[in-house]
C-alpha cells in the first residue's frame, strides 16, 4: 500500500471512529458580534465559516447545532464543556494551556487601521497622519488592541481611543465621523474603507473543548483529507464568499511616502481614442475606467498624477501596456506593474479568408505573404500581445471601429481587432452582413501600467502596492458602469451609414433641419443601440442593465437566468444561408415572447445566443416549464423539415443561493451551457451547482498565481524512469511538472494544466520544462556522469507546427547536448480533427533530429488508424488500457495485437501505470518495451533521479 492510499486509509477510520460515537449535534458556539457567520434563519447559518464547517461535515458525519453567545461565555462554555466548537480563534499563550487548536490553520485574517474612503487626510503607510487621530475599537479586541499598542509605542504615535460594544456601533460610528479610525481585523480590505496602515496577519483556528479530544482527532483528519484531494481548497473558499483568494500586501514605506512628497506628479500619457477606457472631454479633463483607476491609486498612496494627450509615446511616461512576454522592456527602461485590469478584444476575419486558418494553407505563413489587421488606436498598444499569436502581420489604422469592420467586410484587410466594448454596444455585427462574430475569436489581454525612466523603482514599488489594496470588485464595477449605465453619443459616420438617404433630403432644404434631423436620429440610434435588429430582442447590454436594475435591492427574491444557443448553428448557417437562420431566430424570439410572462426579460445575443431572466416562485416548475418550453422551440422549427435543438445553462440566484452581479450570473449560465459538449450528448440542459462553482474558483485562483508562480520559479521538474521489462535498467524517463505554491505546497499537474491550456499559458509551461531539462542534461554530461533519453510533453493546444519547432530547435541549439538525448511527447485528441497538424510536429522535428511519442495511446482519445498515419517513433500506452487488460481475455488479446502491430510498424511501446508484479510479467509475455509506474520508482527530482541512474543504467 502507498502512502497516499495509507494516508487516506488512516484518516477514514479516525474520522469514522468520531463520526460512530457522536450521537449529538455539535455545539457551535458564535459570537453575533462577528461578520463570518451571520443568523439568517432560525438555526440557519451562512456566509464563510457556514461554508467551512459544512464542507468539514462532510467528512466527520457530523451535525451542528449553533449557539449565540457573546465573545467570553463562548470561552467561558468551551471550557466547561457545554459546547464543543469554536471557530476563527487566535492562538494565545492563556488559551494554548485550556483549549485544543486545529493542527492546521482555518484562515488568516489582518489587523487593520482603516478610514472612510472619501477622507482625504489619510494615505497608506503615512504615519504622521495617524498621531492624535481617533481611533475606535470594539471592546473584545483584546488580542488585536494590545498589536496596536506595540504599532503605538514602537512609532512613538499617540491617538485617543474609544471603545464600542460591537462592530455595527463602530461602524456607525466612522460613517457619522465620530471618529478618525477603526481597528479592523478582516479577510479583505472593506469596499467602503481604505487601509491606513496594515499592523500584520494574524492565523485564526478551530478551537475543541478539552473534555472531547476525539473531535480534535477527526477535525484534523478531515482537514488533511480536504488538503490532500484540493490543496487551495481555503482560498476557494474565501474567492467564493470574498471575491478574493487572499489579502496580504506591503503598506507604503516611509521612503516612498517620502518620494511621494518631494516628486513631482508623474505624467500619465493617453492616446485620445480609447473610449470608454481612457479619453478627454470636451474641456480636455481626462476621463474613463483608466482614470478610475488612477484615483483610486491617488486615494490609497496619496500620489498625483498629470494626464496628457499625446499621439505617439514619448520617453518619460506612465502608459498602459498589455502583460505580455513580447513587451521589449531591455534596453528601454522601461518597467511593468502587476495587472490591474483586462482588456476584452475580438479578432473578426474577413468572410473571405479566415484569419485562424491562415497558418494553415501550405505556403501562406511566410514573410512575402502577411496577414492584414485593422485597427483603432486603442487597440494598436496590443500590437506585442497579438504577435504571439499571428505572426507575421501588418497594422492598418483606422479612425472608428466601423472604418475597421467596412474594411473586413470589402476584404480589404484579413481581420479587425476590436475591443469588445465597441461590438457590445456601439457597432453591430448584423450592421455587417457579410461578417459574423462566429468567424472571430476573443482574446483576454491583462493590463498593467508600464513606467519609463523609474530608475529607483519607487513609482512602480507604489503602484503595485495600490493596486493589492483595490477592493474586491472594484475594477468590474468601473467596467459594468461604463457598459450599462453611460450615455451613448454615437459618431457621425454611423449616423450617415443608417440615415444616408434621409439626410441627404433634409440637407438640402435647410441646414437648421439638418441639426433637428441630426438630433432626431441621435435618439433613434439609441434606441436601436438598444434593440436587435433580427429578433426584436434586447440586445445584450440592454439585457444587462435592465436586469441588474431588477436585482438591485432585491435579494430576498429568487429568479433565473438562462443562456441557451443552437446545435450546430453554424452549420445550419452554410446548408440553409443566412436568410434561414435569421428567420429561425425570429421564430425563436417569439415563441420565447409568447411563452414567457411579460415581466421576464429577453435578449438575443451573438449569434445563436439567447438569454432569459425572470422571477420565479420555485425551481423544479420552473425547470418543468423550461422543459415545455424547449419543445415548443423545437417544434417551430419542424415547418423547415429541420429538427433543431438547443442547449441550455440555467443559473439560480437571489434568495437562498445570494446575490451576484449580473454579469458574473451571466458567466455562470455560460459556463454550466458549456459542460454540454458533443452533438450526441442526450441531456441539453444544465443547472450551474457547487461543483461547477468550485471548478470556477479554482480555475481562476490558479489563473491569478500564474504570473507569481513563473516569475518565483515554483514550478519544479520531476523525472520518472523508464525500465526495460527483461533487463531491469533504466533506459529512458518522462519529464514531469509541479507546482509548489507557496502556501498550500505542492500541487499535482492535474489541479492546473487544463487551466493553462485553457488562458494560454502552456506553451510557456512547456519551455519553462525544456530549459531545465535541457539544462540538466548538459549538467550531467559535463560531469561525466550517466544520462538517458528523456521525454518530454508538447501541450494539445499547438497549432502552429512551425513555429513551435523553431522556438524549440533555437532553444536547444544553445546547450550543445544530442538530439538522441530528447524525445516529445504529443498525444492526439479526439476533438481536434487537424490530424495534419501532428503530422507537420513528427515531419518537422524528425527533420531536425528528434524522436517522438504518441501519449496516452488507448485513453479512448487515439485510434490504430494514427500508427499509420502519423510517423511517431514511440507508442506509449495509457494506465486505463493496461488495467483492462487485467480485468478479461478480450482486453489481452487487445492489448496483446496492439503491441505487436506497433513493433512490426518498428516503433517503441512503453506502458504507462505500472504498479504490480503481475502487470511486468504480462507486459513481459506481450513484447511491451519499457514501462514506468510507481511498481518501479515514483518521479523523482533531478538530484534523486542523477543518483538513481548511476546504479540503475
Known amino acids: 500500500m502507498n502512502f497516499g492510499r495509507a494516508f487516506f486509509f488512516v484518516s477514514f477510520i479516525l474520522v469514522t471512529f468520531s463520526t460512530v460515537i457522536i450521537a449529538e449535534p455539535i455545539q457551535v458556539g458564535i459570537f453575533e458580534t462577528e461578520d463570518d457567520m451571520s443568523l439568517t434563519a432560525k438555526d440557519s447559518y451562512t456566509e464563510f465559516y457556514n461554508f467551512y464547517l459544512t464542507k468539514i461535515a462532510e467528512k466527520t458525519g457530523w451535525k451542528y447545532s449553533y449557539v449565540p453567545l457573546d465573545y467570553d461565555e463562548c470561552f467561558k462554555r468551551l471550557e466547561a464543556g457545554s459546547i464543543d466548537l469554536m471557530y476563527g480563534i487566535g492562538r494565545t499563550e492563556d488559551r494554548t494551556g485550556k483549549f485544543l487548536y486545529s493542527a492546521e490553520q482555518c484562515s488568516v485574517k489582518n489587523i487593520l487601521l482603516e478610514c472612510r474612503t472619501d477622507d482625504p487626510r489619510f494615505h497608506n503607510g503615512d504615519r504622521t497622519a495617524v498621531n492624535g487621530a481617533v481611533v475606535g475599537i470594539p471592546d473584545y479586541y483584546v488580542f488585536q488592541e ?39 481585523f478582516l479577510f479583505i480590505p472593506d469596499k467602503m474603507k481604505k ?30 483529507v480536504m488538503e490532500e484531494e484540493n490543496p487551495l481548497y481555503r482560498s476557494q473558499f474565501l474567492l467564493q464568499h470574498h471575491s478574493i483568494p487572499t489579502f496580504s500586501y506591503e503598506n507604503i514605506t516611509d521612503e516612498e511616502r517620502s518620494f511621494i512628497k518631494n516628486s513631482k506628479p508623474p505624467h500619465v500619457y493617453s492616446f485620445s481614442k480609447s473610449y ?19 484615483d483610486k491609486v491617488s486615494d490609497i498612496s496619496g500620489m498625483n498624477f498629470e494626464f496628457k494627450r499625446v499621439s505617439t509615446a514619448p520617453e518619460n511616461m506612465i502608459q498602459i501596456f498589455p502583460v505580455s512576454e513580447s513587451i521589449p522592456t531591455e534596453g528601454t527602461g522601461l518597467e511593468v506593474s502587476d495587472p490591474f485590469a483586462d482588456k476584452s478584444v475580438w479578432v473578426i476575419s474577413s468572410p473571405h479568408d479566415s484569419v485562424f486558418e491562415f497558418y494553415k494553407t501550405p505556403g501562406r505563413s511566410t514573410q512575402k505573404q502577411k496577414l492584414i489587421f485593422a485597427v483603432t488606436e486603442d487597440t494598436l498598444i496590443l500590437n506585442p500581445y497579438f504577435k504571439k499569436i499571428f505572426a507575421p502581420f501588418i497594422l492598418y489604422k483606422f479612425n472608428t471601429p466601423g472604418e475597421c469592420l467596412d474594411q473586413v467586410q470589402a476584404g480589404n484587410c484579413n481581420g479587425a481587432i476590436l475591443d469588445d466594448f465597441f461590438l457590445n454596444t456601439m457597432y453591430h455585427i448584423g450592421d455587417y452582413p457579410a461578417l459574423s462574430i462566429d468567424n472571430a475569436q476573443n482574446y483576454t489581454v491583462p493590463l498593467c501600467f508600464g513606467i519609463r525612466n523609474d530608475r529607483d523603482g519607487k513609482t512602480l514599488s507604489i503602484l503595485n502596492k495600490s493596486i493589492a489594496q483595490f477592493p474586491a470588485g472594484f475594477l468590474q464595477q468601473q467596467k459594468d458602469e461604463a457598459g450599462l449605465f453611460m450615455e451613448y453619443n454615437p459618431s457621425r459616420d454611423i449616423i450617415i451609414r443608417h440615415y444616408i438617404l434621409q439626410s441627404a433630403v433634409i440637407l438640402l432644404v435647410l441646414a437648421v433641419f439638418a441639426f433637428l434631423f441630426y438630433r432626431h436620429a441621435a435618439k433613434r440610434y439609441a434606441h436601436i443601440a438598444n434593440i436587435d435588429e433580427i429578433t426584436g430582442l434586447w440586445n445584450l447590454t440592454c439585457f444587462e442593465r435592465a436586469c441588474e436594475k ?9 429568479y433565473v437566468l438562462v443562456e441557451s444557443d443552437i446545435r450546430d448553428f453554424k452549420l445550419i448557417n452554410k446548408i440553409y444561408g443566412i436568410q434561414h437562420s435569421n428567420k429561425m431566430l425570429s421564430d425563436i424570439a417569439q415563441v420565447m ?45 419542424k415547418r423547415y423539415g429541420y429538427h433543431m435543438t438547443m442547449k441550455f445553462g440555467v443559473v439560480f ?41 468550485q471548478k470556477m474558483i479554482a480555475e ?13 520559479e515554483e514550478f519544479f521538474v520531476v523525472y520518472q524512469p523508464k525500465i526495460n521489462v527483461i ?139 494514427m500508427l499509420k498515419n502519423i510517423p511517431v517513433d514511440t507508442v506509449k500506452l495509457d494506465q486505463e488500457f493496461l488495467n483492462e487488460a487485467e480485468s478479461t481475455k478480450q482486453n489481452r488479446i487487445i492489448i496483446s495485437e496492439t503491441i505487436r502491430m506497433a513493433k512490426l510498424l518498428g516503433k517503441t511501446t512503453v506502458c504507462e501505470g505500472v504498479e504490480k508484479a503481475s502487470q511486468v510479467s504480462f507486459l513481459i509475455a506481450v513484447g511491451c518495451d519499457l514501462a514506468q509506474g510507481f511498481f518501479y520508482s515514483r518521479p523523482l527530482v533531478r538530484e534523486d533521479f542523477a543518483a538513481y541512474i548511476e546504479v540503475n543504467v
Not at 431588477?550 to 429568487?558: K, V
Not at 438575443?604 to 415545455?628: C, M, S, T, V
Not at 538525448?821 to 492526439?828: A, D, G, N, Q, R
Request: hydrophobic share 35%.
Open 146 to 184: 494590545s498589536i496596536f499598542d506595540k504599532f503605538l509605542i514602537e512609532k512613538n504615535i499617540k491617538v485617543h481611543k474609544k471603545y464600542y460594544p460591537d462592530i455595527r456601533n463602530l461602524e456607525k460610528a466612522l460613517a457619522k465621523k465620530e471618529i478618525d479610525l477603526q481597528l479592523g
Open 195 to 224: 487601509v491606513v496602515y496594515n499592523l500584520g496577519p494574524y492565523s485564526l483556528y478551530f478551537v475543541v473543548s478539552p473534555a472531547k479530544p476525539y473531535l480534535k482527532t477527526a477535525l484534523d483528519s478531515a482537514m488533511r
Open 276 to 294: 470608454p477606457f481612457s479619453y478627454f472631454d470636451s474641456e480636455g479633463n481626462f476621463r474613463g475606467i483608466y482614470k478610475a483607476v488612477f
Open 550 to 558: 431588477r436585482l438591485s435591492g432585491d435579494s430576498a427574491t429568487l
Open 593 to 637: 415572447k409568447t411563452f414567457w410572462s411579460s415581466e421576464a426579460f429577453f435578449a438575443h445575443g451573438y449569434a445563436d445566443h439567447f438569454y432569459l431572466f425572470e422571477r420565479i416562485e420555485n425551481e423544479d416548475e420552473f425547470l418543468d416549464k423550461l422543459q415545455l418550453s424547449k419543445y415548443q422551440l423545437y417544434e417551430s422549427q
Open 653 to 693: 440566484t437571489g434568495g437562498k443561493y445570494g446575490s451576484d452581479s449580473i454579469k458574473d450570473i451571466i458567466g455562470k449560465a455560460s459556463y454550466a451551457r458549456k459542460t454540454i459538449k458533443s452533438t450526441l450528448q442526450q441531456q441539453d440542459l444544465v443547472v450551474f451547482d457547487y461543483e461547477m462553482q
Open 700 to 712: 481562476e485562483q490558479i489563473t491569478r498565481s500564474m504570473v507569481r508562480a513563473f516569475e518565483n
Open 727 to 865: 533487463t531491469g535498467k533504466t533506459e529512458g524517463a518522462e519529464a514531469l511538472v509541479r507546482w509548489k505554491d507557496p502556501e498550500y505546497g505542492v500541487v499535482g499537474p492535474d489541479k492546473f494544466i487544463s487551466v493553462l491550456e485553457k488562458n494560454g499559458s502552456a506553451y510557456k509551461l512547456d519551455f519553462y520544462v525544456y530549459k531545465r531539462v535541457f539544462d540538466f542534461i548538459k549538467q550531467q554530461l559535463q560531469n561525466g556522469r550517466k544520462i538517458v533519453p528523456i521525454s518530454m510533453n508538447i501541450t494539445r493546444f499547438q497549432l502552429d507546427a512551425e513555429k513551435f519547432v523553431k522556438d524549440f530547435t533555437e532553444l536547444f541549439s544553445q546547450y550543445s547536448i544530442p538530439p538522441s538525448l530528447v524525445e516529445l511527447e504529443i498525444v492526439e485528441r479526439s476533438e481536434n480533427p487537424e490530424r495534419h497538424i501532428l503530422t507537420d510536429f513528427t515531419r518537422l522535428l524528425h527533420e531536425s533530429g528528434f524522436k517522438i511519442a504518441m501519449d496516452d495511446f488507448g485513453s479512448g482519445e487515439s485510434s490504430l488508424n
